[in-house]
Structure formats: C-alpha cells, structure tokens
C-alpha cells in the first residue's frame, strides 16, 4: 500500500460534512473545514493532493475559495460541489479555476472516481506534444505549463487541443472542429465555450482566433 494522498474537504454542512469525510478517509488522509477563510488558510500553509470544495460557505464563497488559490498559483486540482445544477452555475466554477464539479445529491461511488481520475499519477513517458513553451500529454489529459506545473483538463478539453496541436499550421472552421471533436447535435456555440475553457484554463493565447475562418493553435 502506497503512502495516501491528502485531500482537504471545505464543506459547512454540520451532517454531510461528517459523512463525506468520513468516507473520503477511507481513501485520503482527510482534513476538514467548515468556514471558507479557515479551508483558504488551510490550503495556503499544508501540502494537499485535492481539493473537494462545497459551493456555499459562511466567510468565503467556495467559488471566491477556488478563484484566489488560482491566482495564488496553487496547482493542486479541485473538485467543487454545489447544489447549484443549472449550466451558468457550473460554468462560473469551471471558470474560477475547479477542475470539476460534482451536483448534490451525489453517490458517493461517483464522488470517488472522478477523485481518482483528478488524482491520477502523471506520467512524464507518455507521448506529449509541445504547445510553445508548454507539454501537453493528451493520453493523461493535462498540460504542463513552465511556470506553474500541471494543469488538468476535462476529456473534451483535451481532445480538442490534441485537434490544434497536431495540427499546428491549420485553421480549423466550428463545422471542423464539431465534426473532428464534438457530437453532431452539438452547435458551434459548444466550439466557442471549449476553447474559452481552455483559455481560462491555460493562456488566454493557447487557441487563436482567425477572424471569418475559425481557430489555430496559439503560440504560448
């Protein structure tokens, strides 16, 4: 038996709170908060593997939690969960820097693979593709950025960014992109939320836009 990942779980509620650690240490070497600033601080001073970050917490919102650490350059992947299922909701966690996020009522079984799957161990051997500066290694879906380590990405998100860099020199129209990528009752609107995802993950310049024609890679 390997050494257990740590995780830090930020979640108020007095009852779920509890249980979902108490299952989680199972797995993890578990730390609870149950303020926002108190979770914040924890995640500044100790070393943890993952984040499982509640929405709606008293002193800091769990999405203002995600924002700062991000900022702060804190790498470690968070998953968010929130009673709060509707698109816009998740989106604004997406944004704030969550690698994931998980809607209450949730099985715990799911709560723990995609835990495994954001915890997954790097591995450097697998084949990579270079974004400028950066490593991407879409069989392991992440990129690694040369000033602040790994960065997580959803299956999607990696598809699409494998599309543009083995494909550097070409412009690829939504119609392309939708056909190479994304379902066919998908709309090129989902083109133009991917690839701000990847910005907001990565670099506001890892994909280009070519005006009237579609997007490239980017030059990071």
Known sequence: MGEQKRL???EDDPQLGPI??????????????????DGLNAARLEDFDV??????????????LVRTLRVERFSAPILMLTALG???DKVEGLDAGANDYLVKPFDFDELLARLRALTRVFNPECPQLSVGEWAFFPEEN???????????????ESQLLRLFAENPERTFSRHQILHGVFSPDDTPGTVDTYVHYLRRKTDKDVVLTVRGRGYRLGQL
Not at 55 to 64: A, K
């Open 8 to 10: 830090l779980l930020v």
């Open 86 to 88: 509707t698109t816009g």
């Open 142 to 156: 992440c990129i690694r950025s040369p000033h602040i380590g790994r960065i997580l990405l959803t299956p999607r």
């Open 51 to 64: 984040l499982v970050v509640d929405r709606r917490l008293p002193s800091l919102d769990g999405t203002e």
């Open 20 to 37: 979902i650690a108490d299952v989680l240490s199972e797995t993890y070497e578990t730390t609870l908060c149950t303020d926002g600033m």
